[in-house]
């Protein structure tokens, strides 16, 4: 028993060196972490080196470029221009195209009976108005006539109440000139 005692009391020994051990070589580690720290150089120091090496590195990258000469950029700009001119007409034909296919489809959808090839600026193919054209036609012609014989109307109002006006200021002016004598 007294072997299982000193053993247990060696065991303890050790293990109580061993925390020993290892909490002066924790202090010693955070020692060197803070006398690390200290030789760092402060935030704007090392940003002002990051920017300083940022800068020359940029500088170095542009000695590098190799810029084209005046012909190859008229060639490369004429190309470019000649690929928007083409796309651009590309999509003109395709609006243009629903745009006809959307027209087609509203005529169909109300009942309309001529085609949109057959129409052209309200006259089929033929030149003849369709009835409905024609009925509508005659009703605005209608309209029309009604408006002009009111405006007549009221200009031949207006012109006789102007010249009933106009000869009552030379009544009056002539009164006055006669009172003046």
Known sequence: MADKENKAAETSEVVKAETEESKAAAKVAKAAKAAKKSDRPGFFSRTGQSLKRYFKDVRGETKKIVWPDAKTVLK???????????VS????????????????????ATGDET?????????TAE?????????EGEEAADEKAEAEEETKADEADTTEAESAQADEAQEETEAETTAAE
């Open 115 to 123: 085609s949109v090839s057959e129409t052209v600026d309200g006259e």
């Open 89 to 108: 007409l590309i999509i003109w034909g395709i609006d243009t195209g629903l745009s006809a296919g959307i027209t087609g489809l509203k005529k169909l």
């Open 76 to 86: 490369s700009t004429g190309v470019v221009l000649l690929v928007v001119v083409i």
């Open 127 to 135: 030149g003849e108005d369709t009835e409905a054209e024609a009925a």
